[in-house]
């Protein structure tokens, strides 16, 4: 069930027009809380996700939704490598598990895997620039608005 709410919403941002801003959504219901934050690239090519879900048990998860379209794969990728930027912090050689939604291809950091996600969530509620690199492509998202939308998920996933 919540896959599924993960997957409704995501289907939701990506048919939405893009927006300058970061956004939160408060999805949560009788099954638990669920907070995402969310935000398109300045070109509209991807969004980025930061998500908290009761279900995770207080462990962030980072996404991409890069805006690859499956009939473009002959195969699933396996983990791929991407790199987020604040300024003169990186965090580097984050290995991102591939995942095929109905649409496109999406890759997942979890903070179970990868502390820093913790580390990237305050960098986001700093409201800078954040520049994502996956292989050859490089992607910024302005922090517009950054604080008030990533909040929610720093106190409900501390």
């Not at 195969?75 to 930027?85: E, G, N, W």
């Not at 996600?117 to 492509?137: L, N, P, S, W």
Request: a negative charge.
């Amino acid at each position: 069930m919540r896959k599924t709410v993960l997957a409704i919403a995501a289907t939701v941002a990506m048919v939405s027009p893009a927006f300058a801003v970061w956004q939160v959504d408060d999805e949560s219901d009788d099954q638990g809380f669920l907070f995402i934050a969310s935000q398109v690239d300045e070109t509209d090519t991807i969004e980025v996700q930061l998500i908290c879900d009761e279900f995770r048990e207080g462990a962030l998860l980072f996404s991409v939704f890069t805006g690859i379209p499956l009939e473009k794969q002959k195969h699933s990728m396996p983990d791929a490598p991407i790199a987020v930027r604040f300024g003169n912090v990186a965090f580097d050689d984050l290995m991102a598990e591939v995942v095929d939604l109905d649409t496109e291809r999406v890759l997942d950091v979890s903070e179970s895997d990868h502390p820093e996600v913790r580390q990237i969530a305050h960098a986001i509620a700093k409201g800078k620039e954040m520049v994502v690199t996956y292989r050859d492509e490089q992607w910024v998202l302005a922090g517009d608005n950054a604080s008030p939308s990533v909040g929610p998920i720093l106190e409900n996933c501390p």
